[in-house]
């Protein structure tokens, strides 16, 4: 039997497709009461770590439990977890009344459940109208109103938010909030922090499959951190004696500037002077919410250098355990917000998954 904690426990979870590392030893606590954001760009693992927990694909390694199980140990499955993988996988021609209907036969739930849950996503309008024609958002609704059908005490969700107006973020907001507020759990990923921002209490943001940083939304939102941005007359030169002074948090830019982190410019300004090398301009660049997390996802360091958060809660980021990398300074990695790079290591590839859980 689990144990009714509503409890999410995923420790030291590692997926391989052959030479592909979808998820590398992830491990985070979501606690009932409280909505957490499962952040991480294009690929970065999070479809892949919510169908292990949805028992939908076997680990290599680690476990996923929620209520103290994994999810086939879970007894009547619908009545713990509700889940929404994919807005899809609805008949065409069947109302949005009876496709909750044939839903609430299968987990034996009445007929009347599904009126509930028509009028909780606010589809109660639309019930009779075919599926087939709904818009992205209305299906959106209706796969929440399927997986809310068994009164779950945890809702797991990828992506809800896609196709949305925002009009319906808003009310998806004000919903998965109540949910939580009444001391059920929330787990939501995004490939966009901003979706979820005022939305969740804790993230766990991934990157490559690893964890980057886990612990509350207002923690991290503290530790803006301030870069300086440097025009030299040779990179190369101040990047070797920044290094040599121990600063490695180096990027370059792509209109030819370093960004430096972890140093001021009066300190930036003496290390380039001691190495003779001429600066032209400097200007320090206070990071937000968004391009932290962006820093974060898809930064300059690689992943096998980056991984200090294998382990569990407390949150907190920063370079990475025993010591800042030595190759910070690459070939230029700098991108704008808003413009995500490829993840050479792990391009996405065509999967003919879906289905809801
Ligand atoms: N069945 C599979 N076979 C091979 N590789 C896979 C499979 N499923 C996922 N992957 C790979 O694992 C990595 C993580 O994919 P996943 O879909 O979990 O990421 P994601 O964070 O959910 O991305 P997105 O936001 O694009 O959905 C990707 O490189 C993906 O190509």
């Known amino acids: 039997m689990h144990d009714g904690s509503g409890r999410i426990v995923v ?10 590392t979808a998820v590398q030893n992830l491990s985070f606590t979501v606690e009932p009461g409280s909505v957490t954001g499962f952040l991480g760009p294009n690929g970065a693992g999070k479809t892949t770590t919510l169908r292990m927990l949805l028992g939908l694909v076997k680990p290599t390694s680690g476990t996923a439990t929620i209520n103290g199980q994994p999810f086939h140990r879970l ?5 713990v977890v509700g889940a929404v993988l994919e807005a899809q996988g609805f008949h065409p021609n069947r109302s949005a009344r009876n496709h909750l209907r044939v839903y609430a036969a ?48 945890v809702l797991v969700l990828d992506e809800p938010a896609n196709g949305l107006d925002p009009e319906g ?12 507020r009444s001391g059920r759990t929330v787990l939501v990923s995004s490939h966009l922090l901003a979706e979820i921002e005022q939305t969740v209490d804790q993230v766990v943001i991934i990157s490559r499959g690893q964890t980057m940083y886990y612990g509350q939304l207002d923690d991290l939102r503290r530790q803006q951190q301030t870069r300086v941005l440097v025009r030299p007359a040779d990179p ?17 830019t792509p209109d030819g500037q370093l960004a430096v982190s972890g140093a001021d410019s009066m300190r930036i300004a003496d290390i380039a ?47 990475p355990a025993g010591g ?34």
């Open 106 to 153: 299968a987990m034996g739930v009445p007929d009347e459940r599904a009126e509930q849950v028509l009028q909780l996503v606010g589809l109660d309008a639309a019930a009779d109208r075919k599926a087939g024609g709904f818009s992205m958002g209305m299906k959106q609704r209706l796969a929440l109103a399927t997986a809310l059908l068994g009164d779950p005490q």
């Open 75 to 79: 007894g009547n499955p619908a009545r």
């Open 236 to 252: 190369h030169a101040l990047v070797k004696a920044l290094q040599e002074d121990g600063i490695t948090e180096v990027e370059s």
């Open 324 to 357: 800042a990398p030595q190759q910070a300074y690459q070939a230029p990695t700098y991108q704008q917000p808003g413009y995500p790079q490829q993840n050479p290591q792990h391009p996405q590839q065509g999967t003919g998954w879906g289905g809801n859980a």
């Open 273 to 319: 002077l001691a190495a003779g090398v001429a600066v032209y301009g400097m200007q320090e660049e206070q990071l937000d919410l968004e391009q932290l997390f962006f820093r974060l996802t898809s930064g300059q360091f690689t992943a096998a250098q980056h991984n200090p958060y294998g382990q569990p809660p407390g949150g907190g980021w920063g370079p």
């Open 169 to 180: 973020i808003a009310w998806l907001r004000s919903f998965l909030q109540s949910f939580a």
């Open 11 to 20: 420790q030291g979870l590692t997926k391989q497709f052959g030479q592909v």
